[in-house]
C-alpha cells in the first residue's frame, strides 16, 4: 500500500515598513502594518478561505478519509486575528473535523535554533499554547523553519518529547534510498521518526503545475495519481510538503489548481491500497526503515537547501548575528511590547530579503520580497534596530 501525507505550511511575516535613519528615537512601531493587512487580506481571498473550504468538503465527501496537516506559525495566526478572524475561523472548523493535524514549529518562524536553544524552546513553547489556544490541539511532529533540520535539531526535539519530525528527502543524504519510508535519526534513541518530503512530486504541485514548458504539462488528477500508484510496493508513505499558498496565490485559479485538488482524492481512492494519512498517522502506521545521518544542516529552500536563502553574505549575517546578541538584554526589560518587536525581528523572512543571489533563486527571493532591493531590506531593518537598542 501506498499512503498520502499532505502538509501545508501557512505563514506570513510582520513585515518591516520603510523605516529611516530619521525615525530612529521617534518611532517603535518598525512594522507596515497596512501592507501586511493588505497581504492578509488578498491571500485570505485567493487561497486560505477557498481552500479551506475546499478541504472541509473533501472531508465531509469521504466521510474522514481524506485528511491533512498544517504548520500555521504564531506570526501568521497574529495577523489572522488581526486582519482575517474569518480565516481563523475556517482553520478551526477544519480542526473540529478530526482529520486535520497541526504540526509545531518556532512561533516566530525563526532561526532561533541556530544562535540560541533557550529561545529555540521558549518560541516553540509559545507556538504549543497559540495551537491548543485556537485548535484544542497539542502537536506531537514537529517541522523547524523552513525545514532546516540536522542530527543536533532531531536530538534535541526528541528530548522535548515529540514523536516525530520533517525534512527535505534529498539525494545527496539519501542515496540510494527512498523519501517514501520512515526513517530513524541518527544521535536519536529510537522514539523519534523522521518523515521525508518527496520533493520531486511536491515540487510538480507547487512549482511546476502551471508551467506550460514542462515536458508534463498539464498536470491532471489522473496523471498524479498514476505516479503516486507507481510506489504501490516499493514505499510506504508520500510526504507532499508545500506551502499552503501554493493553492490560489503562487498557482493562480485560472490554471487549475484548484479543480486538481478537487478531483485528486477520487483518483488517488480508484487504487484500493491507496490511503490519506496525517504525519502523526503515518509514523504510527509505518515501521522505520533505516537511519539517516545528517550532520549539517538542511532545508527546503534554494538549489543548495542549506542556510544560503537567509545566511551567508555579509547583510545577513551580521542583522542574524546582532538580532540574537541582544536576546539578554531584551528579555532584561521585562517589557513585553519590546520583547515582541524584538522577536517579530528574529523571523527568517527578514533575511531572506537580504539575500544577493542570482538566477533561478534570485528570481524566487524578489518574487517573495517587498522591497526594491537586498539593500533596502537591510537598511530598513538596521534602523530599526538602532532604534529596538535605544529603547532597551
Not at 521518526?193 to 502551471?210: H, P, W
Not at 488528477?221 to 510538503?241: E, H, M, Q
Not at 537547501?305 to 545566511?311: I, K, T, V
Not at 541582544?326 to 530579503?353: C, G, P, Q
Amino acid at each position: 500500500m501506498v499512503a498520502i501525507c499532505f502538509y501545508f505550511q501557512v505563514h506570513q511575516p510582520f513585515r518591516v515598513k520603510e523605516y529611516k535613519i530619521f525615525d530612529i528615537g521617534k518611532n517603535d512601531n518598525y512594522f507596515d502594518d497596512k501592507l501586511n493587512h493588505d497581504i492578509m487580506r488578498k491571500v485570505a481571498q485567493k487561497c486560505y478561505l477557498p481552500m479551506n473550504n475546499l478541504l472541509l468538503e473533501l472531508i465531509e465527501k469521504y466521510d474522514g478519509s481524506f485528511k491533512v496537516a498544517f504548520s500555521i506559525s504564531g506570526v501568521a495566526i497574529e495577523q489572522m486575528e488581526l486582519y482575517a478572524p474569518d480565516v481563523l475561523e475556517s482553520f478551526k472548523k477544519l480542526a473540529q473535523t478530526g482529520c486535520v493535524e497541526f504540526l509545531s514549529e518556532t512561533y516566530y518562524h525563526s532561526l532561533s535554533f541556530l544562535y540560541s536553544k533557550d529561545e529555540f524552546r521558549r518560541q516553540v513553547e509559545m507556538h504549543r499554547d497559540k495551537i491548543l489556544e485556537h485548535f484544542n490541539y497539542v502537536p506531537k511532529v514537529f517541522r523547524n523553519t523552513e525545514l532546516i533540520y540536522n542530527n543536533e535539531l532531531a536530538n534535541y526535539i526528541e528530548n522535548m518529547g515529540f514523536s516525530g519530525i520533517i525534512a527535505e528527502g534529498w539525494e545527496k543524504h539519501l542515496g540510494f534510498r527512498s523519501p517514501n519510508f520512515v526513517y530513524h535519526p541518527k544521535t536519536t534513541s529510537g522514539n523519534l521518526s523522521l518523515l521525508l518530503k518527496n520533493y520531486k512530486l511536491s515540487d510538480d504541485i507547487a512549482f511546476r503545475f502551471s508551467n506550460q514548458g514542462w515536458e508534463e504539462f498539464p498536470l491532471t488528477a489522473t496523471k498524479f495519481s498514476k505516479w503516486v500508484n507507481d510506489f504501490n510496493g516499493c514505499g510506504d508513505v508520500i510526504n507532499l510538503f508545500m506551502d499552503y499558498e501554493t493553492f490560489g496565490e503562487h498557482q493562480w485559479e485560472s490554471t487549475g489548481i484548484f479543480e486538481f485538488m478537487k478531483h485528486l482524492p477520487d483518483e488517488i481512492f480508484k487504487h484500493p491500497d491507496n490511503c490519506f494519512v496525517t504525519p502523526s498517522e503515518a509514523i504510527e502506521k509505518f515501521d522505520k526503515r533505516d537511519e539517516v545521518d545528517i550532520h549539517e544542516f538542511l532545508s527546503w529552500a534554494d538549489t543548495e537547501r542549506d542556510l544560503s536563502a537567509w545566511l551567508g553574505n555579509k547583510l545577513q549575517d551580521e542583522t542574524a548575528k546582532e538580532i540574537f546578541n541582544m536576546e539578554s538584554k531584551v528579555l532584561a526589560t521585562n517589557d513585553e511590547k519590546i520583547i515582541h518587536s524584538w522577536r517579530k525581528l528574529t523571523t527568517s523572512d527578514h533575511f531572506y530579503y537580504m539575500c544577493t543571489k542570482f538566477w533561478a533563486d534570485g528570481d524566487v527571493h524578489k518574487y517573495f520580497s517587498c522591497y526594491e532591493s537586498p539593500y533596502d531590506a537591510y537598511i530598513f531593518y538596521m534602523n530599526a534596530l538602532r532604534d529596538l537598542e535605544l529603547r532597551i
